[in-house]
């Protein structure tokens, strides 16, 4: 029988806590819950793989951003230092319309398009393919390093720019990761 409410790392800083009703919580959880903000939508050319341009804003209770490892300007997340491990990582678009092949993919490379590095991807057909505001979601758990970058990529065929839809009161079109251990 073990009695104790707080493990600590033998430097004295603080590990885990257990409330009374049983619940462990780390002292310094990681996680980034980014979205396409700012008050317009993004396009995504046609036959092309675009970086979705999620963005980490700190007035948008939505985001958060607990190591400051998204980058707004490259639009990806750096796992940082002593952060390595299992990640679940989620991504989703809604799309103002879709076409006969749609790609969105969870990648581990700065460059678009490099299938060779994509964590995980799904493919949704419409046909026809006319189907307005549209979505793709996508979750997976991945095994990630320091240093590592994970960012969301969207792909379609539809033979003219499509948009990726923003709205600036709720997760629209998004990314999410959270270190699970």
Not at 77 to 90: E, F, H
Request: with cysteine; charged share 10%; net charge negative.
């Amino acid at each position: 029988l073990l009695k104790v409410e707080n493990i600590q790392h033998t430097n004295g800083t603080g590990g885990l806590t257990i409330s009374s009703g049983g619940v462990v919580s780390q002292s310094t959880p990681v996680g980034f819950s980014v979205a396409l903000n700012g008050g317009s939508n993004q396009t995504i050319s046609t036959g092309t793989y675009t970086t979705a341009q999620f963005l980490y804003d700190s007035t948008n209770t939505r985001n958060f951003d607990t190591h400051s490892g998204w980058s707004n300007s490259n639009y990806y997340y750096t796992v940082p230092a002593g952060c390595g491990g299992y990640w679940m990582l989620s991504a989703w678009g809604e799309m103002s319309d879709m076409a006969v092949q749609n790609i969105m993919a969870i990648s581990k490379t700065a460059t678009a398009g490099s299938s060779g590095n994509f964590i995980a991807r799904i493919i949704e057909g419409e046909s026809p393919a006319s189907t307005a505001n549209a979505g793709m979601f996508l979750s997976v758990i991945a095994s990630l390093s320091d240093g590592d970058i994970v960012k969301t990529e969207f792909y379609h065929n539809k033979g003219s720019n499509v948009e990726l839809q923003e709205v600036g009161n709720y997760l629209r079109s998004a990314m999410q990761g959270w270190r699970l251990g």
